[in-house]
């Protein structure tokens, strides 16, 4: 099985999660590591914005690509939207579900093969709609042991409901994905801490035609692909501003890590394993204090440290929002 694969490094990565080192940026899909109480209905925001100025790219096709600065003319703009709600089935056990709205902007330009020789084309994409939906389930197995908080496991299960059109723009996959997570919680005095890594399966792309130049029907480019599974993590620091607790600062360091895609013929995809490391400065306003972190505003800026993928910024926005109701 090819989760089987990789499942060591989240093994080996475990450790790291405890030892790295009180803040609510939860994951996004399987929520917050010390999670819900019974009864209790968590509403969670997140916005963030990206327009590119570094491409993965070589005007020689002769040449492999890289990161290099975006060409004149280009422009990618891309708005994400996130809403997530969870609930506390026991003080223990809650679940979730997240949608993900995408605004995208492109204009770029692609090489074509023409007979034996390759081209550039200039490839233009406006769409925006709902992306795929995330249902997850959290347990927590440790809670309030002296510094550990908690730590918590993680399921989440994708299912492919954008539809083909909009996966053929890059909203949605196409693909039923599951999503393994390990979440900390950790006092470290001063400083608090809040953690987690997870290893994503990705399945295969369902069967998707287009219409090509000629306007026959043909497979689209990613049709039936195995795409590569993903690896990603957050330590996250954080520091409380003022005495009241309703000012803080953090500090985490953000990644993933994508694996080689199969091609419908089983055959690996040349350069298709991409990765992202950033660190992500947030200053916090909580209303109500510590009292209640799962309450709170943040504005952050993702800062990429290494990037190989299709397209990167160098400062990412990101406004997230949160608030709970109801309980026991």
């Given at each position: 099985m090819k989760i089987l694969k990789n499942i060591f490094v989240v093994t080996?990565?475990?450790?790291?999660?405890?030892?790295?080192?009180?803040?609510?940026?939860?994951?996004?899909?399987?929520?917050?590591?010390?999670g819900l109480n019974k009864g209790v209905i968590w509403l969670v925001s997140r916005t963030s914005y990206i327009s590119a100025d570094k491409v993965y790219w070589n005007p020689d096709h002769a040449e492999d690509p890289e990161m290099t600065d975006i060409p004149d003319d280009w422009y990618i703009r891309i708005k994400q939207s996130s809403f997530r709600v969870g609930y506390g089935i026991t003080d223990r056990l809650d679940a979730g579900?997240?949608?993900?709205?995408?605004?995208?902007?492109?204009?770029?330009?692609?090489?074509?093969?023409?007979?034996?020789?390759?081209?550039?084309k200039w490839k233009t994409s406006r769409a925006h709609g709902f992306g795929d939906i995330w249902f997850a389930a959290k347990y927590k197995l440790i809670a309030d042991r002296d510094w550990i908080e908690a730590v918590s496991l993680g399921l989440g299960i994708k299912l492919d409901t954008a539809d083909n059109p909009l996966v053929t723009k890059g909203i949605g996959t196409g693909t039923k994905d599951i999503r393994f997570c390990i979440l900390s919680h950790v006092n470290l005095g001063i400083f608090h801490n809040c953690?987690?890594?997870?290893?994503?399966?990705?399945?295969?792309?369902?069967?998707?035609e287009v219409k090509d130049d000629q306007c026959q029907v043909v497979p689209w480019t990613k049709s039936e692909w195995d795409l590569g599974d993903k690896l990603n993590y957050k330590f996250?620091?954080?520091y409380g501003l003022n005495e009241t607790g309703t000012l803080q600062a953090h500090l985490g360091l953000v990644g993933w890590l994508k694996f080689e895609d199969e091609n419908a013929d089983g055959d690996k995809v040349d350069d298709s394993g991409n990765h992202e490391h950033c660190l992500y400065p947030k200053i916090v306003f909580l209303p109500e204090g510590e009292k209640?972190?799962?309450?709170?505003?943040?504005?952050g800026l993702k800062?990429?440290?290494?990037?190989?993928?299709?397209f990167s910024a160098i400062i990412q926005p990101k406004l997230t929002m949160m608030w709970t109701f109801g309980g026991e």
């Open positions: 080996a990565c475990f450790a790291l999660i405890l030892a790295a080192a009180h803040t609510i940026q939860a994951e996004d899909v399987t929520g917050c590591p010390l579900m997240l949608l993900t709205y995408w605004d995208k902007d492109i204009k770029k330009q692609v090489w074509k093969q023409q007979q034996d020789h390759w081209i550039t953690n987690h890594i997870f290893y994503e399966y990705r399945g295969k792309v369902r069967k998707i996250n620091i954080e209640d972190e799962h309450r709170k505003v943040f504005l800062v990429p440290l290494s990037a190989k993928k299709d």
